[in-house]
């Protein structure tokens, strides 16, 4: 069983920048590719990135990349992203996940999911 926990949502300008956490429980986080994904309201929830167990390879949603950074501290069992130059579209409840098998941009492939945590950014 695998628990996890978001942090370092909240509101920003346009432009600006925030770093959102997800720490994970358990002695097997390394195991695990990491994504996370966000839903807007009234939207379904989406891909925005995925990193691979050991953190050599990650993936991004066209709408991130060269914004966002998805990179993990397996020794603090944490999964992180740096989000820059954010946009009003950015703006979503962010979620991450664990996957035991590989990075997917279906939500139906995680094996667990956190509680989220939200990001509003104004214009």
């Known amino acids: 069983q695998v628990q996890l926990v978001e942090s370092g949502g909240g509101l920003v300008q346009a432009g600006g920048s925030l770093r959102l956490s997800c720490t994970a429980s358990?002695?097997?986080?390394?195991?695990?590719?990491m994504s996370w994904f966000r839903q807007a309201p009234g939207k379904e929830r989406e891909f925005v990135a995925g990193?691979?167990?050991?953190?050599?390879?990650?993936y991004y949603a066209d709408s991130v990349k060269g914004r966002f950074t998805i990179s993990r501290d397996n020794a603090k069992n944490t999964v992180y992203l740096q989000m820059n130059s954010l946009k009003p579209e950015d703006t979503a409840i962010y979620y991450c996940?664990?996957?035991?098998?590989?990075?997917?941009?279906?939500?139906?492939?995680?094996?667990?999911w956190g509680q989220g945590t939200e990001v509003t950014v104004s214009s």
């Open positions: 996940a664990a996957n035991r098998r590989s990075i997917t941009v279906y939500t139906a492939s995680y094996d667990y």
């Open positions: 358990g002695r097997t986080f390394s195991m695990y590719a």
């Open positions: 990193i691979s167990w050991s953190g050599d390879n990650s």
